[in-house]
């Protein structure tokens, strides 16, 4: 399964960026109704970049105000588990997610810089030095953006 520039665009590269620059976000990070797509679309592409960054280790997530940074791998991967199998649940809307340090170190050498007045500048288009080191890095991580993400052995879904 490829990306698109636009899916890359608005799940990948605005995502990271986006919680970089706030210091947390949910996946949804501008408008949920301004996408062009249905909703179980929205919601495969969501799950398909959390997981991606959740397993690559550039995320983790959140909790009612608390940062959870124990075990990031295990944590994120069993509340990716849980996102998967209840995408009508609440806790969409309410889990937010936060950069690690390698994730931030990323945004800052491709994405965002400031001018000589000391105002941000963020890329708007798709950087494609950023995306070839973010596929390399999905790609160490056996989720790369070539194939489809095994779901069934990333979130453990034959476990309880």
Known sequence: MSVSDDDFLRFYQKFLESIVIDGDGDIFF????????????????????????????????????????????YDIMNFLKYMFLNKDEKIWMDCFFVPTESAVNMVE????????????????????????????????????????????KLLSLDSK
């Open 30 to 73: 501008t408008n949920y109704y301004s996408y062009d797509m249905d909703e179980d679309e929205l919601y495969e592409k969501a799950i398909a970049a959390l997981t991606r960054f959740g397993a690559s280790g550039l995320i983790y997530r959140r909790i009612l105000g608390r940062k959870i940074e124990c075990n990031i791998d």
């Open 109 to 152: 050498k491709f994405l965002i810089s400031f001018d000589e007045e000391n105002r941000l500048k963020v890329v708007a288009d798709v950087c494609e030095e950023f995306r070839k080191e973010l596929g390399r890095i999905f790609d160490e991580h056996g989720v790369g953006f070539d194939g489809d993400l095994p779901y069934d």
